[in-house]
């Protein structure tokens, strides 16, 4: 199986904040990764897929980057609504896995 | 509206069985692969199995942790896709979700979840 790594696994920082949250494959999937931002007792909501591309809907604010092994998701100015949880997950080989989550909290 | 609704969730014994449904509107649903994942309380997000679309033979995929235990089904018809779960165990316990992909694309549409929970 595929491991996926996310660093780190929890940040604070503030409102207007540029953020970005690191995530690696245990081994090359192309682009085949995908982010999603997790509230509590919410849904996961998607972001990103093909580690670049946005999701309808989803502000331009969120950036995603990366191929084969490493991939970033960068947050430009942090809103309220965007402290929450974020997965990445690789669907290039099955089983599909997730990374363990990065925890973005208020300062 | 684009939506998937998940449904069946329950307080089961172990060894016991439970069968999820997951109805999707507003978009097509024979055209998406539709996927299972659960989130344990406080956990993170586990992929379990996903059912092809009619296009791709409704072929299935599973992780080991469920397979020979639960079963992903759909049915076109009703717009619906099933997750039966047999011979479950206390580490069963979770919300789950459904979600499903167009081609090209991944998980880019998810139910609001239902807990199945484990125990005697």
């Known amino acids: 199986d595929i491991q996926m790594t996310q660093s780190p696994s929890s940040l604070s920082a503030s409102v207007g904040d540029r953020v970005t949250i690191t995530c690696r494959a245990s081994?090359?999937?192309?682009?085949?990764l995908a982010w999603f931002q997790q509230t509590p007792g919410k849904a996961p909501k998607p972001l990103i897929y093909?580690?670049?591309s946005l999701q309808s809907g989803v502000p331009s604010k969120f950036i995603g980057s990366g191929s084969g092994t490493d991939f970033t998701l960068t947050i430009s100015s942090l809103q309220p609504e965007d402290f929450a949880t974020y997965y990445c997950q690789q669907y290039k080989t099955y089983p599909f896995t997730f990374g363990p989550g990065t925890k973005v909290e208020i300062k | 509206e684009v939506q998937l609704v998940e449904s069946g969730g329950d307080l089961v014994q172990p060894g016991g069985s439970v069968r999820l449904s997951c109805a999707g509107s507003?978009?097509?649903?024979?055209?998406?692969?539709m996927d299972w994942v659960r989130q344990a309380p406080g956990k993170g997000l586990e992929w379990i199995g996903r059912i092809r679309h009619k296009g791709r033979g409704y072929t299935t995929e599973y992780a080991a942790s469920v397979r020979g235990r639960f079963t992903v089904s759909r049915d076109d018809s009703q717009n619906s896709v099933y997750l039966q779960m047999n011979s479950l165990k206390t580490e069963d316990t979770a919300v789950y979700y459904c979600?499903?992909?167009?081609?090209?694309?991944?998980?880019?549409?998810w139910g609001q979840g239902t807990l199945v929970a484990v125990s005697s």
């Open positions: 081994q090359g999937i192309g682009n085949s």
């Open positions: 507003g978009f097509i649903f024979s055209d998406h692969h």
């Open positions: 979600s499903s992909s167009a081609e090209g694309n991944c998980f880019d549409k």
């Open positions: 093909a580690a670049s």
